[in-house]
């Protein structure tokens, strides 16, 4: 019983280098900046005798250490577009809120990993916040991002999703979640009673960058929430999905299981992510042959995010 409960997976994740070696028998771990993190479910599923697997890349310690050109402690800046403490507000009808400062996993490629959780806490400042949202009333969105929302306790996600129900003027509720897939055991029913009667509409963007994520425990836990609606974002990522095979694999398998691909997003150059970054040619490359694979319902949008009031579109 106690293992299928989250909270006892989020607590025996691996955490740093020593585990995580003695774990995968490696010594390729390294203790670094940004701490290793690793829940079981999800080491579970690497193949610990492929020194690539496309998720062991993805948590193992890659970074290049010099400073890099172009490459930045926060480059989405996103501190810049925080009228108030926990809330981000680039865009005219919808606001970001950090919810959390803790994630189920860390990604060595995160562009939020050197984010200032401590200072930018929307429920500890849920009266400004609160405020801010009300007094604009040209915002109909609310985004629970983090952090990860998902590693709030069931009461406190419920709470904050109340007190943002309680705005008239929000009609939709996104939650920008990698949990969901790294720790299925966190799509409870207890979750999915709380999405399912709030009087929002309820969108779930999930983070998946390979198929071989999406495992058996996930695609059953996943129906607990087939009232919502659910997407799925992924970023590419040199070494894990950058091949047409996996990508069109990956889009795929998200729609059996009900998700449609969203967004592929070009890697946020934070310092320490050189070794995953695509060239945009070859990015565009893969994008053209997506569309020869994919109807245009199952193929992601490709996007840079950049850093300022809007995305580019590559394509
Ligand atoms: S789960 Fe999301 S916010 Fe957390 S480390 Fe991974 S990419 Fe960053």
Redesign the pocket.
């Given at each position: 019983m106690m293992e299928n409960n989250w909270q006892y997976h989020a607590r025996y994740a691996l955490k740093g280098a020593n585990q995580s070696n003695d774990f995968f028998k490696t010594k390729a771990f390294k203790d670094q900046t940004f701490p290793i993190k690793i829940p079981l479910e999800f080491a579970q599923l690497i193949d610990k005798n492929n020194k690539n697997d496309p998720l062991l890349k993805q948590v193992i310690s890659a970074k290049v250490l010099s400073k890099s050109a172009n490459f930045s402690l926060s480059p989405l800046e996103d501190e810049k577009y925080s009228p108030v403490a926990g809330l981000i507000h680039k865009y005219p009808n919808r606001v970001l809120l950090i919810a959390s400062q803790v994630?189920?996993?860390?990604?060595q490629?995160?562009?939020?990993?050197n984010f200032n959780y401590t200072e930018h806490d929307a429920i500890s400042n849920w009266n400004e916040v609160q405020n801010y949202i009300i007094n604009n009333i040209k915002i109909n969105e609310v985004i629970l991002?983090?952090?990860?929302p998902l590693s709030l306790s069931g009461d406190k996600l419920s709470v904050l999703i109340d007190n943002i129900a309680n705005i008239a003027h929000i009609k939709t509720l996104r939650i920008?979640t990698?949990?969901a897939v790294?720790t299925p055991n966190r799509i409870t029913n207890k979750l999915s009673d709380i999405l399912n009667q709030s009087r929002l509409n309820v969108v779930m963007v999930l983070?998946t960058n390979h198929a071989q994520e999406l495992s058996a425990q996930f695609a059953q836990k996943i129906t607990k929430l087939s009232g919502i609606t659910l997407l799925n974002q992924s970023?590419l990522l040199k070494g894990v999905n950058d091949s047409i095979e996996e990508l069109t694999e990956l889009c795929l398998k998200l729609f059996d299981l009900g998700i449609f691909p969203y967004y592929l997003h070009m890697l946020d150059k934070v310092q320490g992510a050189q070794d995953f970054l695509v060239k945009d040619d070859y990015a565009i490359q893969l994008h053209q042959q997506l569309k020869n694979n994919l109807s245009g319902y199952l193929v992601p949008r490709l996007v840079r995010d950049n850093g300022n009031h809007s995305k580019d579109w590559l394509l």
């Amino acid at each position: 019983m106690m293992e299928n409960n989250w909270q006892y997976h989020a607590r025996y994740a691996l955490k740093g280098a020593n585990q995580s070696n003695d774990f995968f028998k490696t010594k390729a771990f390294k203790d670094q900046t940004f701490p290793i993190k690793i829940p079981l479910e999800f080491a579970q599923l690497i193949d610990k005798n492929n020194k690539n697997d496309p998720l062991l890349k993805q948590v193992i310690s890659a970074k290049v250490l010099s400073k890099s050109a172009n490459f930045s402690l926060s480059p989405l800046e996103d501190e810049k577009y925080s009228p108030v403490a926990g809330l981000i507000h680039k865009y005219p009808n919808r606001v970001l809120l950090i919810a959390s400062q803790v994630c189920a996993i860390h990604c060595q490629y995160c562009f939020r990993q050197n984010f200032n959780y401590t200072e930018h806490d929307a429920i500890s400042n849920w009266n400004e916040v609160q405020n801010y949202i009300i007094n604009n009333i040209k915002i109909n969105e609310v985004i629970l991002s983090g952090g990860d929302p998902l590693s709030l306790s069931g009461d406190k996600l419920s709470v904050l999703i109340d007190n943002i129900a309680n705005i008239a003027h929000i009609k939709t509720l996104r939650i920008h979640t990698r949990s969901a897939v790294v720790t299925p055991n966190r799509i409870t029913n207890k979750l999915s009673d709380i999405l399912n009667q709030s009087r929002l509409n309820v969108v779930m963007v999930l983070h998946t960058n390979h198929a071989q994520e999406l495992s058996a425990q996930f695609a059953q836990k996943i129906t607990k929430l087939s009232g919502i609606t659910l997407l799925n974002q992924s970023v590419l990522l040199k070494g894990v999905n950058d091949s047409i095979e996996e990508l069109t694999e990956l889009c795929l398998k998200l729609f059996d299981l009900g998700i449609f691909p969203y967004y592929l997003h070009m890697l946020d150059k934070v310092q320490g992510a050189q070794d995953f970054l695509v060239k945009d040619d070859y990015a565009i490359q893969l994008h053209q042959q997506l569309k020869n694979n994919l109807s245009g319902y199952l193929v992601p949008r490709l996007v840079r995010d950049n850093g300022n009031h809007s995305k580019d579109w590559l394509l």
